[in-house]
């Protein structure tokens, strides 16, 4: 829980008892969510747009963060799920229904079997082969959109998805879908803090620390890593519907290898294991990219290369701080 | 069905220049090169940018050979500092290289497929029992035999090579005699850089040059290492021929699941042998 | 009643046989003492006993069940609990969250993927530290806590899985003599159903608290008997101090 509540000191402040300090917490939780609903009447529509998909890239982020922050599986291959997630509510928009929960549901769902059916391996190897593991699986689940062209369009990317549609109307103003999106994301990103407040998630942190000890005590430790994935991949995959909902078109890059290192990126630069540390660094990732990319004609990825190589040096404790505090109490 | 076989020895012969690198650095410095793709890249645009003459080909070879070195030899010094990190850190840092060079190709060439000609007198075809054949794949299965060959004997005969098995086998046993190895581990980590970057350009009438490429050959390689056991040059040999047969089998005989016979094959040796096809035990507490 | 039999154990590393067809009987609510020369085979048996790895051959009962092919974890979920021999904890977690960390996971109640309250869990913990003599230190950090802290976290953190089986790996290594007398004193304490298994170096505790002693040498069992029988034998102080000795240099 420390690591959800005080993301500049990961760890530094360690709770008595599993319950959160109210008070300023609340106060600016309130504030950041009243903030974020009222854009939409304040900025111009492209601002919005690009607020919008820093939401969408942020529950990924968070999701990811839950694997990486709390429970130290570093996974390289996560947009598979995440890209999953949006083909499949792409593809039930258009050959289904776009009404409300449909396209979520239908997200998460995939997200999450997908998930399923990869994880179990995944999570019974450990370091650099979960790494390349992970990777392995990014990378097929990219070739899988590249080849089943009926389905996802292929190199074409899926085209047409229509507005998502609430009670009947569909919600084509750049601020609704703003909405539509902000709601999804509080709910997603509530669901995910909540899982890592809850015993489970402690019990998660402690394998994050310690796994062997984590046997030694009781908890079937491949099991717990294995929900926890299925879970990580489920709200992916809510948040690839999200992607499908705002951008209306999914395309082979965002469920490819790039789009799982963004997000790893966008992870650490947060600080792993804090869940508003990685929607912070999901902003300053969707910035670079499709804010700032364009004035650097297009090349937003060589600056956030650059980023990535200076996080390492200059996080002093390293990426995965909190993995190496454990050298500390052996 | 010969073709396939070929196609799949040419690919198997090209896999192993690259995943040899890949394997050693692993095995010697516990460092997960992620640019080792992107370096490949870098050769296989080399290669594309000077195809067509015998000059353009030996020009591109030297400047991917020279490059190469230099670029291991940077990140060996790049990642010295985090030897103690964990396996994240090194991958991002690797991930971040990656995506630079990746991204500097892409300003310098285009991002469009640029494919690359096999030098004047290989760019045509022979017949081998009976079927046409292109001549520089045979070429190729020829070279990637010879390299084996030497990376085998400097590996196994020479008085460096023993040093690097010695430290694959036990990183910490080397440092405790009080040999200084950084002078071999920066070596190894340039001449891996210099096979990949010209495995590039010796790819590249195979594969061109594009986007994407790099992960594409990275994931194969990694395939091949896991397959093979970290740190072993035999293992790199026969991982990569049996992913090299593999994967152009796989193509060919269903290719809308080629990449799942890859993964496939990843997850079984992964669960059957953690350590892979010949890594020792020593691979499997590596963490 | 036996708490935990051994019959014909053994495991070997490559050509060395750690355990050698090692037959042991722990009688319930004894103190058992195991003890060896350096490379006898006592961190492996401990394994083997555990869990942690798995026996070649050989198969482990407790309390009569045969449990040979379970994992550590249904080990542990069956009464049987451990403490390490270098204090390995949780780095991101206060002494009093370790404890409960543990205590939820065996105070009958699942582990819930939404937060709850478990004010038994608390108490749980609160009362395992005070009884490890660390209810002052709750709320610090494991990587502040001393290294005879820690041990004593250990020592808390296996009670908290409510062991009928106690395996005490080197529990006073590197404690302060005021440390090491606490811990004799908490041990000492404990309730009769729980049975302690432990393997020490130091012999003077061992003496004071064990009822029973194993001998190990080289991978298999020199003697068991009372400690004034191990104390009498001519074989354990060949083993620890002659021949042994020389031994020792080859097998450790």
Known sequence: MTAVEAPAVPGGAAAVTPRAPRGWTGLVTVVVVVVLAAVPLFLAPFATTTLTRILVFALFAVSLDLLVGVTGLPSLGHAAYFGAGAYAAGWVSINVTAEAPVPL???????????????????RSAGVFFLMLTLAIGETMHQLANTWDSVTGGANGLIGIPSVRIAGAPLTNAGFVHWYVLAVFLLGFALVWLVARSPFGTALRGIRDNEPRMRAIGYPTAL???????????????????????????????????????????????????????????????????????????HGTLLLGAVFVLVVYLLPRGAAGVRLRRRGTS | MLVSVLNGLAIGSLLFILAVGLSLVFGMMDVLNLAHGALFLGGAYLGAAFSGSWGGFLTAFGIAAVGGLVAGAVLSLMTAPLR??????????????????????????????????????????????????????????????????????????????ALVRATVADREMVATIGIDNRLVTTAVFAVGSLLATTAGVLGGPVYGARPGLDATVLILALVVVVIGGLGSVRGALVGALIIGQVDTLGRVLLPELASFVLFAALALVLVLRPQGLFGGPAAVGAR | MTALRCTGLSRSFGALKAVDGVDLAVGTGARHALIGPNGAGKSTLFKLVSGTMRAHSGAVELAGRDVTGLSEVARCRLGMSQTMQHASLFGSMTAAETVALAAARHEGGRISPLPRRRPAVWTRAGELLAEVGLAERRDVPVPALSHGERKQLEVALALA?????????????????????????????????????????????????????????????????????VRASEAVREAYLGAGRREELFTA
């Open chain 1, 105 to 123: 549901l239908a997200g998460a769902a995939v997200g999450a079997v997908a998930a399923a059916l990869t994880g179990w391996i995944t999570v």
């Open chain 1, 224 to 298: 717990y890593k294995y929900a926890v994935f299925v879970f990580a991949g489920g709200v992916a995959g809510l948040a690839g519907s999200l992607l499908a909902a705002q951008a209306r078109f999914v395309a082979l890059p965002d469920i490819g290898f790039l789009t799982a290192a963004f997000a790893l990126l966008a992870v650490v630069i947060g600080g792993a294991g804090s869940l508003w540390g990685a929607c912070l660094g999901a902003a300053l990732v969707i910035l670079v990219r499709d804010a700032l990319g364009p004035s650097l004609g297009g």
């Open chain 2, 84 to 161: 103690r990190r964990s396996h994240l850190d090194q991958a991002l840092l690797t991930l971040g290289v990656a995506f630079v060079v990746a991204e500097l190709l892409i300003i310098a060439f285009g991002d469009d497929p640029l494919s690359a000609a096999a030098p004047p007198a290989l760019d045509g075809s022979v017949t081998v029992l009976g079927v046409v054949y292109p001549t520089y794949r045979l070429v190729l299965i020829g070279v990637g035999a010879v390299l084996a060959v030497a990376v085998y004997l400097v590996v196994e005969r020479t008085r460096v090579g």
């Open chain 3, 161 to 229: 899985c409510r062991p009928s089986l106690l395996l005490l790996d080197e529990p006073a290594a590197g404690m302060s003599p005021a440390e090491s007398a606490r811990l004799v004193e908490l041990l000492a304490g404990l309730p009769a159903e729980i049975t302690v298994l432990f393997v020490e170096h130091d012999l003077d505790l061992v003496f004071s608290l064990a009822d029973s002693v194993t001998v190990l040498h080289l991978g298999r069992v020199l003697l068991s008997g009372t400690p004034d029988e």
